[in-house]
Nanobody, 123 residues
């Protein structure tokens, strides 16, 4: 199995920046497509961003495009989410996830999930 641990969440003011990290265990990290999802209280889990095995392809939700950047460092077994120009509506628990087959925006396509990290953006 793959264990994923998110970190970097916290409280920031609107317009600020935050970088989330997701550390993966095991030597097979490079074989997985990685994604970020988020869930706010009372709302369904939603897709944020995803990245291919070699970082050659990236995809983003329309709500974060131009503000968020996903990246990965396979040598460090880590995927990142750089969040700029944060808005109060970005407040949510952010989860990283791993998929073994293809790049996807569907949560059901991901086999492994982290525990989540809270991001709160104040006005």
């Amino acid at each position: 199995q793959v264990q994923l641990v998110e970190s970097g969440g916290g409280l920031v003011q609107a317009g600020g920046s935050l970088r989330l990290s997701c550390a993966a265990s095991g030597r097979t990290f490079t074989g997985y497509f990685m994604g970020w999802f988020r869930q706010a209280p009372g709302k369904e889990r939603e897709f944020v961003a995803a990245i291919s095995r070699s970082s050659s392809t990236k995809t983003y939700a329309d709500s974060v495009k131009g503000r968020f950047t996903i990246s990965r460092d396979n040598a460090k077994n880590t995927v990142y989410l750089q969040m700029n120009s944060l808005k109060p509506e970005d407040t949510a628990v952010y989860y990283c996830a791993a998929a073994g087959s293809y790049l996807s925006q569907r949560g059901n396509d991901y086999s492994y999930w982290g525990q989540g990290t809270q991001v709160t953006v104040s006005s």
